[in-house]
């Protein structure tokens, strides 16, 4: 028998077919309008509900909104019952539910109580406190050099958002000032979505970052269901779930047993400096908070957790040897400057960003040379939004290079928390006070800053405060899961746009109308939180902020260990000290989630060395099933809450 001739088309054929391409996951636009903008809507309108007319939950202090997050397993649960009774033709697409998730968390965003829930009130209190109070005289000097946009300057019009009133005997005093906030952040959202379209791609298929945060939703439309036929997802669902209905209980039966270990703080001892100057040191035992974290990397649990510990061991030996002065949680005039040393870290950090995508950001420019229309309006609105940033800030009392500097650090701070939560899935991000006014003010103000730049700065104080309630991570999880899916990139932008630019106009008179009919004052509202930009403003008046060469130092001490944190990275691959963790230390945020992360730190790292990869693999279902657990336990608390207008037990914060 002789040997057989080789074919190289028979061989060809006895290899097993490759696997088709996935086929691409349609997104109507039409049907996501109609029904996304609706539950957008609904979303706002409980946060704003929540969080400040009934405040009875922090939902936006979070990065998963606990309401969005069961809303959307309710609409997943719908939606599969809808297919399977059609065969699939009438139900979404995984890709159209995964917009409906990010559409709610738009909504979301802009209610949040760092976001339009501060600037409505911030907007009103200058002419609100010269009205009432015989002690604010020196605000009425401010009022009369900002324009009439920046301000409400009708004291009736004030009085409302704090007193409660008539919203059709007030919302024309709120028409100029609203319609123009509401530019600013159209203009702003514009800007994150271009950045998001500039850096996402680098993000996902160059460095292959994580996303953690998307896990829920992509897992929940999984099709093949597997994460709702998982017995260690629903264990861990019914457990969490059992544990805070018990509390809930609890907090309206007193007598009703319970095991509450949600937020407890240490108490300072009364004599001990070192102590009086790290103030209340919290733990905290939040079981959302541990199955999050479990589904992050260790090095980056373990950074967190660590390099606040180190923030705090700071505070204590600058208190010991009688150097802590001011509040922690200011940027200036404190010692020893953790929120300014975090700053000179997200520069660097963000500097970093921007330098490690220089090759897609340099193909962008190439696209947009050659004619491709997307990669042109990306750098148009980035450019056109610049110019009329500066140009508001120039009107509000900016110099033009001051006001250039300002929408440098704004910029900077987005991609930062939007890195933030790409890479670490950090879920909560407050970053307060870490705006351009503190920098500006400690690295300039001795060199002659005028009255006009603090007043700009106060007024811009309620938008650049905090990075919790930021779009622009909601954007670019959004576009990661897009791609994920094999989903309409294009379709999804246009989408999400029109969702947020309507937001962004409409939502200001809803939460106006919710303030009117409820009037902050009635329900506590913490009045110094809208103040405190002009607090700032006044400080400045009676020569309190001069230069801050303290806070230089601090900046540029963040500055020098990030760089080391970095070079250890590439010369140590393994290294647990990842510089983001150095970077959010001093945040109030990392300080109630160090506990928990601690303890996913112990679990995954003990998974890891006797389990192995297997044992990581089941963590994840057990994760999901503390997360949504919580969750669903949360929200049924909120309805009854709303129902009964009694504060009952709240899944997050305390």
Excluded at 76 to 99: D, M, P
Excluded at 600 to 617: F, M, N, P, Q
Aim: aromatic share 12%; hydrophobic share 50%; charged share 10%.
């Amino acid at each position: 028998m002789g040997v057989k001739e080789y074919n190289p088309q028979s061989a060809s054929d006895a290899r097993p077919a490759p696997r088709p391409e996935p086929v691409p996951e349609r997104l109507r636009i039409g049907l996501m309008l109609a029904l996304g903008l609706p539950l957008t809507l609904l979303s706002f309108v409980l946060v704003v509900g929540i969080e400040q007319t009934i405040q009875i939950g922090s939902p936006s202090a979070l990065a998963i909104y606990y309401h969005v997050a069961v809303i959307f397993a309710l609409i997943v649960g719908i939606n599969f019952g809808i297919s399977r009774a059609s065969g699939g033709r009438v139900a979404c697409s995984r890709a159209e539910l995964l917009c409906l998730y990010s559409m709610m968390n738009i909504g979301g965003c802009f209610a949040c109580w760092e976001s339009l829930g501060t600037l409505l009130p911030a907007v009103a209190y200058p002419s609100y406190m010269a009205s009432t109070r015989t002690d604010a005289s020196w605000l009425k000097p401010v009022m009369a050099a900002l324009p009439d946009w920046a301000v409400v300057k009708d004291p009736s019009a004030a009085l409302a958002v704090f007193q409660g009133g008539t919203f059709g005997d007030v919302w024309h005093a709120w028409l100029v000032p609203l319609l123009a906030w509401s530019a600013i952040l159209a203009t702003l959202f514009g800007m994150y979505i271009s950045l998001t379209r500039l850096f996402w791609e680098s993000w996902t298929f160059h460095e292959k970052l994580s996303f953690p945060l998307t896990e829920l939703p992509l897992q929940l439309t999984q099709p093949d269901a597997t994460i709702w036929r998982s017995r260690l997802f629903w264990c861990a669902f019914a457990a969490v779930a059992l544990f805070d209905i018990l509390n809930g209980l609890h907090s309206i039966i007193p007598s009703f047993p319970a095991v509450n270990l949600k937020v407890t703080y240490i108490n300072t001892s009364p004599v001990d400096p070192a102590m009086q100057a790290v103030g209340a040191f919290p733990v905290t035992f939040h079981p959302l908070m541990i199955g999050i974290g479990l589904l992050l990397r260790t090095d980056l649990l373990f950074s967190t957790w660590f390099f606040y510990l180190l923030g705090v061991a700071q505070t204590y030996f600058a208190g010991l040897f009688a150097m802590a002065h001011g509040s922690k949680y200011v940027f200036l005039g404190n010692s020893p400057g953790l929120l300014a040393q975090n700053f000179g870290a997200i520069v660097i950090l963000g500097g970093s960003v921007v330098w490690n995508a220089r090759r897609v950001l340099l193909a962008r420019v190439g696209a947009a040379r050659n004619g491709n229309r997307g990669a042109i309006a990306d750098f148009a609105v980035l450019a056109g939004g610049s110019l009329v940033l500066i140009a508001a800030m120039c009107f509000l009392g900016l110099t033009v290079w001051l006001a250039a500097i300002s929408v440098l650090v704004v910029l900077l701070l987005a991609i930062f928390v939007s890195r933030l939560r790409a890479e670490l899935g950090l879920p909560v991000h407050n970053l307060q006070f870490m705006g351009p006014d503190g920098p500006i003010t400690a690295v300039f103000n001795g060199n002659g800053l005028s009255q006009h730049t603090q007043n700009a700065f106060g007024a811009l104080f309620a938008v650049t405060r905090s990075q919790q309630g930021h779009p622009m991570p909601f954007l670019m999880e959004s576009a990661y899961m897009t791609q994920r899916v094999k989903g309409p990139a294009s379709r999804m932008w246009a989408v999400l746009a029109v969702t947020g630019v309507l937001t962004i106009f409409i939502g200001p008179w809803i939460v106006l109308k919710m303030l009117a009919d409820t009037g902050l004052e009635r329900v506590g509202y913490n009045a110094s939180i809208s103040a405190a930009g002009w607090t700032a403003v006044k400080a400045y008046m009676l020569g309190q902020h001069l230069q801050d060469y303290g806070a230089i130092a601090q900046m540029g001490t963040g500055a020098v260990v990030t760089l080391f944190l970095i070079s250890l990275g590439r010369f140590w691959i393994s290294s647990p000290f990842h510089p983001v963790g150095y970077a959010i230390s001093g945040s109030w945020g990392t300080g109630m989630v160090w506990t928990p992360f601690l303890i996913a730190w112990g679990i995954k790292s003990l998974a890891l060395r006797y389990g192995g990869a297997k044992a990581l693999r089941s963590i994840t279902p057990i994760a999901l099933g503390l997360i949504l657990g919580e969750f669903a336990a949360g929200m049924i608390w909120t309805l009854l809450s709303y129902v009964t207008s009694a504060h009952c037990y709240q899944v997050w914060l305390y």
